[in-house]
């Protein structure tokens, strides 16, 4: 307890602190809503709900990581990771997740969460299990007599993230594919008698989702470490996001990313930074709590 | 007979001619077991203390043996991958005992399997001699089978804490000014290092100013470092294994965190220099052993003639520098041999109490057990990077350098 007193001392005694809390939050949580994104994707479309999410996070890092010791920028690596995962998710799709997705919940849980453990120990044999990450040689922006720190690394990979982002939303708004998927997910028969050829639509939205993930992995690896046993993490966290702003409401992922990212940070700094996963969890029940007040109210929940 | 002698010094003289091993063949199998990570998360630890055993296993083979009684002995140890997880390492350390009848036990990787397995083999009255547990809970259990070399986790970053009180002293300070962060992640082996730092801690007098427990799954510690920021402590302490060097060592350069004394554990296993380069100079790492310290014996030579033999047999470490890991693991083949040798029996009763009774120079340092079984003979030595060298600044007997203080 005074623990707590203390740090929120702290926080009242240099109030600029809040403002590093906030920047460290969104910083963070723009890498975590990358991952979110695609999970609300392919929960959206296909109604598969994917434990490997994490997994797919680290192997994009490992893909950056691996070429970044062979000489290649680590930028370079988030398109490289980006085209390497679409690839990983298409064989994936292809070889596991088609046979699962109109199945029942649980049959796509279990083997999500079997590709999970499988990609884990596939990355620990090609790549050991040492942590891994990249130093680029960026320099830091310090503001406020340097309470404030920006490492532009971390600024290069908000950005990314952010481009990402919007490059989707654009696709998924405008394209032809993107108004498949959109169609296949609002109602996957109508859409097929109206000639969208779901199968496809599906490959595509799984291999898309492995891509968003394998290029946040490479921005990850730049800004903190990867370890083929991370990606639980990730997967958490992805959960949390996707669960707490609701499918189909992409900018509402980010926005819970962002936020969930903010909040996280300032948990950690009053309660201690042990509570950092446990605040995450907690907003996510607080979430799950409103929601279903709010749908009592309206009568729209299940008795 | 006096023949006979001869003869069997002609060809021991034309054995040892043709090269030590040849000789060794003629010996008998002698079998240990051991469950050690070579899948999961401790893989690359546990790969690291294999190849330390069988390092050991064939040092001693090339000079002689073991030798109990008139005959001699090679170790052979059956191996069985424990994934990483404490209840398979448990399980597999039954199956060693009850199927492969297996006498004698090396240790496994991690104080969270060793805790596993030690219950096991307690109940088959089995001696384990482990080199990677240093849970300081391993040795209150009252176990009989069970001994370390290595020193137990409470005295990985203690010795930081005395170097600040002599910084002090030397600065016209009193120890009790300094003020102590310490970040830990909260885990079996990271708790007891901030049990020992704060026993020290108290014995100083001094304030913690800071005291979190990282998560276990966590690669960010901003909100840490903003607070020691605003604190200003004089030691920051950080273990969190090498996710919490490497988070440290980066996160720490990215603030622009200035502490006149940091140290942390898990640097080699992070690679901290390799990795973030000047960002980890100056900071203090806590190892077991160095390949500099003076120590040596009959069968490994010195440390360094045992860090350079290691890395003629196993290539892949030529680049980087031969992890304590390894070393210790062939320190506690080395406590078997000894032990076999001064019992002069198979006896696995026998073969316990020579073992208790050991007190063995080794390249890896002395070994002698306590009563509860961990070595007491043994100091943690503290590292410093000092432009990308790990150069040994405590304690200062050991100490080949000189410590850079302040840093940053």
């Known amino acids: 307890m005074d623990q707590i007193l203390f740090n929120l001392s702290l926080l009242g005694e240099y109030p600029i602190v809040n403002l590093k809390i906030i920047i460290d939050g969104i910083m963070i949580g723009a890498l975590f809503a990358l991952a979110a994104y695609g999970l609300a994707l392919v929960w959206g479309v296909m109604n598969v709900k994917n434990l490997a999410q994490g997994d797919f996070v680290i192997a994009g890092g490992y893909v950056s990581w691996w070429l970044a010791k062979y000489g290649v920028h680590p930028l370079l690596g988030v398109p490289v990771a980006f085209i390497v995962m679409w690839g990983v998710g298409w064989v994936v799709y292809k070889l596991v997740i088609t046979r699962v997705v109109e199945k029942d919940l649980f049959t796509s849980l279990l083997a999500t969460f079997g590709i999970a453990i499988m990609m884990a120990q596939i990355l620990n044999l090609l790549f050991g299990s040492d942590t891994q990450s990249i130093k680029l040689d960026y320099d830091t922006l310090y503001f406020f007599d340097g309470f404030i720190d920006v490492p532009i690394a971390k600024l290069i990979g908000v950005l990314l993230a952010a481009t990402l982002a919007t490059c989707v939303i654009i696709f998924m708004k405008s394209s032809r594919m993107g108004q498949a998927i959109r169609a296949t997910s609002q109602d996957a028969r109508a859409a097929r008698v109206l000639g969208i050829d779901t199968e496809k639509v599906y490959a595509f939205t799984f291999s898309l989702n492995s891509a968003i993930c394998g290029a946040a992995g490479a921005i990850v690896v730049m800004v903190w470490v990867i370890q083929p046993f991370y990606g639980i993490t990730h997967s958490i966290r992805a959960f949390v996001i996707v669960t707490a702003a609701g499918l189909g409401n992409l900018p509402g992922v980010i926005a819970a990313g962002l936020g969930i990212g903010a909040l996280e940070q300032y948990g950690s700094h009053i309660f201690g930074i042990g509570y950092q996963q446990a605040i995450a969890v907690m907003l996510l029940l607080a979430v799950l709590l409103f929601r279903l007040v709010q749908q009592k109210r309206d009568r729209k929940s299940l008795q | 007979m006096k023949k006979n002698r001869l003869l069997a010094f002609s060809l021991g003289t034309i054995a040892l001619l043709f090269g030590h091993s040849s000789f060794a063949m003629d010996c008998e199998e002698l079998v240990l077991g051991a469950a050690i990570s070579l899948t999961g998360k401790y893989a690359t630890n546990g790969v690291h203390a294999q190849n330390g055993y069988e390092f050991a296993i064939q040092k001693i083979a090339e000079n002689g043996g073991v030798k109990i009684g008139d005959k001699c002995y090679n170790f052979r140890v059956i191996y069985y991958d424990d994934e990483s997880k404490g209840d398979r390492g448990a399980t597999l350390a039954e199956r060693l005992i009850n199927q492969d009848g297996v006498q004698y036990m090396l240790g496994p990787y991690s104080s969270g399997l060793t805790k596993a397995i030690a219950p096991v083999t307690e109940k088959y009255q089995i001696p384990m001699v482990e080199a990677e547990g240093a849970s300081r809970s391993l ?33 016209g300070k009193k120890p009790s000014d300094v003020r102590v962060a310490i970040a830990v992640e909260n885990d079996p082996f990271s708790l007891d290092i901030r049990a020992g730092v704060l026993e020290d801690a108290a014995k ?18 901003s909100a840490i470092l903003t607070k020691v920021k605003l604190v200003k402590p004089d030691v920051l302490v950080v273990s969190g294994h090498s996710k919490g060097a490497a988070t440290a060592v980066r996160q720490i350069e990215e603030q622009n965190v200035k502490v006149p004394m940091i140290a942390i554990t898990h640097c080699e296993a992070a690679d901290v220099v390799g990795n973030f380069g000047a960002a980890a100079n100056d900071i203090l790492c806590s190892t077991q052993w160095a390949e500099t310290l003076s120590y040596s014996d009959p069968i490994f030579g010195t440390a360094a003639e045992y860090e350079q033999e290691f890395k003629a047999t196993y290539t892949e470490y030529a680049e980087k520098t031969v992890p304590y890991q390894t070393a210790q693991a062939s320190a506690a083949v080395y406590v078997f041999k000894d032990a076999f040798e001064r019992a002069g029996t198979l006896d696995k009763e026998a073969v316990r109490d020579a073992i208790a009774k050991t007190d063995l120079s080794t390249f890896y340092g002395q070994i002698r057990f306590s009563d509860a079984g961990n070595n007491i003979a043994k100091p943690m030595v503290l590292r410093q990077i000092q432009d990308g060298k790990y150069n040994v600044v405590a304690p200062s007997e050991f100490a080949s350098h000189e410590l850079n203080w302040p840093r940053g």
């Open chain 2, 139 to 171: 040795f209150t259990q009252g176990y009989r089978y069970l001994f370390a070399v290595l020193s137990t986790s409470e005295q990985y970053l203690a010795s930081a804490i005395t170097l600040a009180a002599e910084k002090a002293e030397e600065t």
């Open chain 2, 204 to 221: 100083f007098d001094m304030q913690v100013v800071v005291d979190e427990k990282l998560p276990r799954d966590l690669s960010d510690m």
